[in-house]
């Protein structure tokens, strides 16, 4: 099967920290979601973060290639980054507050997104809005549009996230941490508006989460990741079933789980 | 009643009221009771009044109605020094550790602080105590030089822990307090908690959205939602006991590891 993104022996290295993912290789499969889990500071984001070419200046990619669809993003500059990223690939961070201009309705924000990477009018850039607002169960869009972030729950504002990011029909969703601000109901309302994301559109997810269930959930295949290494890469069941690392197997052992399940 | 009550609620309500002039409930006759020892959870979704209920505990809300027993007493019109002392009794750990923390305090600072305000000890007296606390949450004695920056998140709830249990209180409310932390993390902050009640015995008032681990150390867990207790979950086993729609859908939204196939599959048809 011809993969959407492949990641070749990346290391990144942050001042005076050194190297805080080594060697990673990976891959990513069209219509395929794919589960980062760990704790913090295992390089989870910063992964992620490089795909996406978003890493802070005082980190820099000592080695690697990033391949998406056979071309080697790592070597972009600026003007085709613009180009690639929300319209191939898009980005989904925790809080969608600090996301969203606060000072600005979601109307605005979400035209001059949709307007910044393609040439059609406001009217016709509000039609497209409102419809993807309501393809994510926000039913009212005329006053989500109208509205300031303050104006919406965590969990309305994750789904704007999503839905503006959803705009460009990228063919690959970053999602660091999407659900961890959030509640289990709505948690689990955003979860599955992902997975129905890659039933209806055929999007590839990287959903970085350090939770497990949530993982095991939505994704085909879960990578663990410890001290910026991959230590276990396989599919879902077999992470969760017979991990082969001992760290693995006491992550796994330190989920809560509900007696009656 | 149960002979050793130490706190109980009758009806407690609180009222806001928004820019508009309206009224919103966010706690609405909310009566529980607390035992001496015992852990009670409380669950629910984000805006279901949990917070506000463990701020009205610890005095830091004032209730619109109702009445707070402790200890035999009705706390809700408490003034002055008897106010001061019942912040004494009921201690709060909250989500976020770094946001407990003066950036520019010292740990040992911080560990002192409420011997030194309660004038409880000297400050000689106070580091020293601070030290033996520390060692009782297994952090180095050197850390009372630290920076809260200098130390990781479960470090710095370790520090909260130790604080709130070495003020000797009655109560300790923890709201959300692992939820900022990975799960291994969590784990040792649990056992740590779980250990030290062992040896103090205070009762515990956890308030946390994680179903799976409210069970795993509640003796009873009250579900609220939309600032009402709907149900009073007894037993041990959440999953069998619920009966309220409200307890189910939660249930349902919880993402377990055990179970992944089972929930993948409904999922797809």
Known sequence: ?261 | MKQNTILELKDVNKHFRDNDGDIFKAVEDVSITLAKGECIGIVGESGCGKSTLARIIAHLTEVSQGRIIFKGKDIVKLQGDALKAHYKNVQMIFQSPLDTFSPRMTIGGYLIEPFVNFKLMNKKKAYEYAQELLDMVGLDKDYIKKYPNELSGGQLQRVVIARAIGIKPDIIICDECTSALDVSIQKQIINLLLALKEKTDFSNVFITHDLALAESICDRIYVMYQGEIVEMIEGQNIVEEAKHPYTKILLSSVFSVKNFENIGNQRIG
Request: hydrophobic share 40%; aromatic share 6%.
């Open chain 1, 1 to 261: 099967m011809c993969k959407l993104l492949e990641i070749k022996s990346l290391t990144v290295r942050y001042d005076g920290e050194g190297d805080v993912i080594k060697n990673i290789n990976m891959d990513v499969g069209y219509k395929e979601i794919i589960g980062i889990v760990g704790e913090s500071g295992s390089g989870k984001t910063t992964l992620i973060r490089t795909i996406i070419n978003l890493l802070a200046p005082s980190s820099e990619v000592v080695s690697g290639d990033i391949i998406f669809e056979d071309k080697n993003i790592r070597k972009y500059n600026k003007e085709a980054w613009r180009k690639l990223r929300n319209n191939e690939i898009a980005m989904i961070f925790q809080n969608p507050g600090a996301y969203l201009n606060p000072i600005i309705k979601i109307g605005k924000q979400f035209v001059e997104s949709i307007r910044n990477h393609r040439d059609i009018s406001k009217a016709e850039a509000i039609i497209q809005a409102k419809a993807i607002l309501e393809k994510m169960h926000l039913d009212d869009s005329d006053r989500i549009m109208n509205a300031y972030p303050f104006q919406l729950s965590g969990g309305m504002k994750q789904r704007v996230a999503i839905a503006m990011a959803l705009a460009m029909k990228p063919k690959l969703i970053l999602a660091d941490e999407p659900t961890s601000a959030l509640d289990v109901k709505t948690q689990a309302q955003i979860v599955n508006e992902l997975i129905s994301l890659r039933n209806n559109f055929d999007t590839s997810i990287i959903i970085v989460t350090h939770n497990i269930g949530v993982a095991a959930y939505m994704s085909d295949r879960i990578i663990v990741m410890n001290q910026g290494e991959i230590v276990e890469n396989d599919t879902k069941k077999e992470v969760i079933t017979q991990p082969k690392m001992e760290y693995t197997k006491q992550l796994l052992a330190a989920i809560p789980e509900l007696k009656g399940f």
